[in-house]
Protein backbone atom coordinates (compact mmCIF):
# COMPACT_ATOMS: atom_id res chain seq x y z
CA UNK A 1 0.00 0.00 0.00
CA UNK A 2 1.26 3.49 -1.04
CA UNK A 3 0.33 6.75 0.55
CA UNK A 4 0.34 9.70 -1.31
CA UNK A 5 -0.47 13.21 -0.57
CA UNK A 6 -3.68 14.94 -3.25
CA UNK A 7 -1.24 17.66 -3.76
CA UNK A 8 1.31 15.21 -5.18
CA UNK A 9 -1.01 13.92 -7.19
CA UNK A 10 -0.89 16.23 -10.55
CA UNK A 11 3.33 15.98 -10.39
CA UNK A 12 3.18 11.60 -10.07
CA UNK A 13 0.26 11.83 -13.21
CA UNK A 14 2.58 13.40 -15.38
CA UNK A 15 6.08 11.78 -14.53
CA UNK A 16 4.35 8.40 -15.36
CA UNK A 17 3.32 10.10 -18.49
CA UNK A 18 6.57 10.16 -19.93
CA UNK A 19 6.65 6.20 -19.28
CA UNK A 20 3.55 5.38 -20.18
CA UNK A 21 4.19 6.24 -24.04
CA UNK A 22 7.36 3.95 -24.54
CA UNK A 23 7.15 0.57 -25.60
CA UNK A 24 7.13 -1.71 -22.31
CA UNK A 25 6.93 -5.40 -21.76
CA UNK A 26 2.96 -6.23 -21.83
CA UNK A 27 3.32 -7.04 -17.96
CA UNK A 28 5.03 -3.65 -16.74
CA UNK A 29 2.33 -2.05 -18.83
CA UNK A 30 -0.67 -3.27 -17.34
CA UNK A 31 0.99 -2.96 -14.13
CA UNK A 32 1.63 0.58 -14.69
CA UNK A 33 -1.17 1.44 -16.29
CA UNK A 34 -3.56 -0.01 -14.08
CA UNK A 35 -1.79 2.60 -11.44
CA UNK A 36 -2.18 5.36 -13.73
CA UNK A 37 -6.19 4.97 -13.96
CA UNK A 38 -6.24 4.51 -10.33
CA UNK A 39 -4.42 7.87 -9.52
CA UNK A 40 -6.48 9.50 -12.30
CA UNK A 41 -9.75 8.57 -10.55
CA UNK A 42 -8.40 10.18 -6.79
CA UNK A 43 -7.44 13.01 -9.13
CA UNK A 44 -10.64 13.46 -10.51
CA UNK A 45 -11.91 13.36 -7.07
CA UNK A 46 -9.18 16.07 -6.18
CA UNK A 47 -9.93 18.30 -8.45
CA UNK A 48 -13.91 18.15 -8.37
CA UNK A 49 -13.32 19.27 -4.16
CA UNK A 50 -10.91 22.20 -5.27
CA UNK A 51 -13.05 23.54 -8.15
CA UNK A 52 -16.09 23.73 -4.96
CA UNK A 53 -13.56 25.20 -2.72
CA UNK A 54 -13.27 27.82 -5.43
CA UNK A 55 -16.65 28.24 -5.85
CA UNK A 56 -16.78 28.24 -2.44
CA UNK A 57 -14.55 31.30 -1.93
CA UNK A 58 -14.73 33.35 -4.74
CA UNK A 59 -16.41 36.72 -5.15
CA UNK A 60 -19.87 36.22 -6.19
CA UNK A 61 -22.09 38.76 -8.15
CA UNK A 62 -24.96 40.32 -7.21
CA UNK A 63 -26.98 37.11 -7.78
CA UNK A 64 -24.82 35.18 -5.49
CA UNK A 65 -22.91 33.22 -8.46
CA UNK A 66 -19.26 32.64 -8.33
CA UNK A 67 -17.18 35.49 -10.52
CA UNK A 68 -15.00 33.93 -13.74
CA UNK A 69 -12.77 36.54 -15.40
CA UNK A 70 -10.47 34.78 -18.16
CA UNK A 71 -11.51 31.70 -17.29
CA UNK A 72 -10.27 31.89 -13.49
CA UNK A 73 -12.54 32.37 -10.10
CA UNK A 74 -12.24 36.23 -9.28
CA UNK A 75 -10.62 36.91 -5.56
CA UNK A 76 -9.11 33.47 -4.80
CA UNK A 77 -5.30 34.96 -5.51
CA UNK A 78 -5.48 36.92 -1.75
CA UNK A 79 -7.88 35.23 0.06
CA UNK A 80 -6.51 33.59 3.61
CA UNK A 81 -9.23 31.47 3.67
CA UNK A 82 -9.11 30.04 0.64
CA UNK A 83 -5.79 29.18 0.88
CA UNK A 84 -5.67 26.93 3.61
CA UNK A 85 -8.35 25.37 2.73
CA UNK A 86 -6.47 24.38 -0.44
CA UNK A 87 -3.47 23.64 1.77
CA UNK A 88 -6.15 21.46 3.76
CA UNK A 89 -6.99 19.35 1.08
CA UNK A 90 -3.32 18.75 -0.56
CA UNK A 91 -2.24 17.66 3.15
CA UNK A 92 -4.96 14.85 2.45
CA UNK A 93 -3.95 11.01 1.73
CA UNK A 94 -5.45 8.59 0.15
CA UNK A 95 -3.56 4.83 0.02
CA UNK A 96 -3.31 3.09 -3.47
CA UNK A 97 -3.01 -0.72 -3.22
CA UNK A 98 0.71 -1.09 -5.36
CA UNK A 99 3.64 -3.09 -5.20
CA UNK A 100 6.86 -1.14 -5.87
CA UNK A 101 8.41 -1.97 -9.36
CA UNK A 102 11.70 -3.38 -9.06
CA UNK A 103 14.22 -0.83 -10.54
CA UNK A 104 15.75 -4.25 -12.34
CA UNK A 105 12.16 -4.72 -14.34
CA UNK A 106 12.39 -1.23 -15.74
CA UNK A 107 16.19 -1.11 -16.14
CA UNK A 108 15.38 -5.16 -17.93
CA UNK A 109 12.31 -2.67 -20.17
CA UNK A 110 15.05 0.23 -20.77
CA UNK A 111 12.29 2.73 -19.52
CA UNK A 112 13.74 6.30 -18.93
CA UNK A 113 13.39 8.77 -16.42
CA UNK A 114 14.97 11.85 -15.30
CA UNK A 115 16.30 12.82 -12.55
CA UNK A 116 13.61 14.93 -11.20
CA UNK A 117 10.91 11.77 -12.14
CA UNK A 118 12.60 9.86 -10.30
CA UNK A 119 12.60 11.65 -7.52
CA UNK A 120 9.21 12.13 -7.34
CA UNK A 121 8.47 8.43 -8.51
CA UNK A 122 10.57 7.00 -5.77
CA UNK A 123 7.72 5.25 -3.73
CA UNK A 124 7.15 3.63 -6.50
CA UNK A 125 10.05 2.12 -7.80
CA UNK A 126 12.19 -0.10 -5.52
CA UNK A 127 15.92 -1.56 -5.92
Known amino acids: MITIKLGELESIL ?3 SSIVVQKISIS ?5 GKLVK ?3 EE ?3 YDELRQRLCKEHCTKD ?4 PMIKDDK ?20 SVEVDFEPIPISLLEKD ?3 ISSIEASVLDQFIKE
Open 110 to 112: NVL
Open 14 to 16: KCF
Open 28 to 32: LAYRI
Open 43 to 45: FVA
Open 73 to 92: YVGLDHNPDFRQAILDLQAL
Open 62 to 65: KNDQ
Open 38 to 40: RLQ
